[in-house]
């Protein structure tokens, strides 16, 4: 993506502190950050956050670090001493938005919560990002994303009918919950240009998913029915399902607008059903989807994959196959569109990263470096907030702080 010479990024000026670790609260301040923000993360010293750690390590840190991290500052520094938590309340003073994604309370407890820090700063911008938020009778229990998405109503559905229930390969409850965060620290934003003061931000990872189950809930008071677990289909939606091919590769084929149907009929040779009056709309095509899926079925394990991707874009009926890390990589949309960026390591290699979304024509975010050093810009925050040498030696001897030589 181009970035703008001649205006500021829209967030820049903002200042946010960013206490928590792992994947909502830092997806959130990531994509802030993306955005022209001054994003400052709080972590322990000696271990950092426990992301550096996950998933596949070089050079003894996760490259999901580079990701997730780019465009921060590391400021290592112990929360649970008082010395830690006076330099945080002197931060917050300064900041325009807080994150922390801590069990409910634990802030409260260090004197570093809402009412203590919005005391000091009105304008401040609090955003809790929590299992099952700030308050009800779950409040208190631990809650990671995989655990949102269960009660979310997410988990339930994924997999095949009459077998276990099986996980979104991503972390996708911190993720709906960090977009969440995100639109909330903008609406809180737009409303303190009109009142001069800041507010909380309650996201609960649980809340997040269930708000994506789209008439799962409605259906259920209605009628009392049970959405199911439907495996590569959407009950209700006909067609739209995947389809193995010749040669066992997999097509994913959504035919489900009417005039779309009649076109894919025609393409597998079945007249029959394009003119069929009871399936000239979606609700006769889904009672009938199980007969539909078995003609399609049969033409499509008669043709290689690529054969039906081609008959089927001629036929503009829309249709894909699962992607895989190598196919992304290599896509040329992708790489047209600017989605595959890269940076230099500090080892001197490269290493590829998505880009920067949403997308803006006039000031575009930035893709800025990979995930900071653990305390890397330690030494440069407290120079911003006056704290003398003898006061940061002191803090250094104790373990409280901790810089890069």
Known sequence: MGSSETRQL????LKVLELGQLIAGPFATKMLGEFGADVIKIEPPGSGDPLRKWRLIEDGTSLWWHV?????????????????????????????????????GTLDHWGLGWSALSALNPRLIMVHISGYGQTGPY??????????????????????PDEPSVRVGVSIGDSLSALYAVIGTLLALQERQRSGLGQEIDVALYESVFAMME??????????????P????????????????????????????????????????????????????????????????????????QHPREEILEALDNARVPVGYPYTAADIASDPHYLAREMIQSFTRPNGTPLKVPGV??????????LGNGGPALGQHTEEVLDELGIDQQTRNKLRQAGIIQEVP
Not at 10 to 13: F, I, R, S
Not at 71 to 95: M, W
Request: with cysteine; net charge negative.
């Open 10 to 13: 829209p967030l820049e000026g």
């Open 215 to 228: 008439s799962l809930l409605p259906e259920y008071d209605a009628s009392g029915e049970i959405r199911q």
């Open 139 to 160: 409040r208190d229990k631990p809650g990671f994303g995989v655990i949102g998405e269960a009660m979310g109503g997410l988990r339930y559905l994924t997999g095949q």
């Open 68 to 104: 997730q991290t780019r465009n921060k500052r590391s400021v290592a520094l112990d929360l649970r001493s008082e010395e830690g938590q006076a330099l945080v309340r002197q931060l917050a003073c300064e900041a325009d938005v807080v994150v922390e994604n801590f069990r409910p």
């Open 357 to 366: 979304l949403p997308r803006l024509s006039a000031t575009p975010g930035r």
């Open 230 to 301: 439907s495996g590569s289909a959407l009950p209700g939606i006909t067609p739209s399902n995947a389809y193995r091919c010749l040669g066992g590769d997999y097509v994913l084929i959504a035919g489900n607008g009417d005039s779309i149907f009649k076109r894919l009929m025609g393409v597998i040779g079945r007249d029959d059903l394009a003119n069929d009056p009871a399936l000239a709309h979606n609700d006769g095509r889904s009672q009938q989807a199980d007969r539909i899926d078995a003609a399609i079925q049969a033409w499509s394990e």
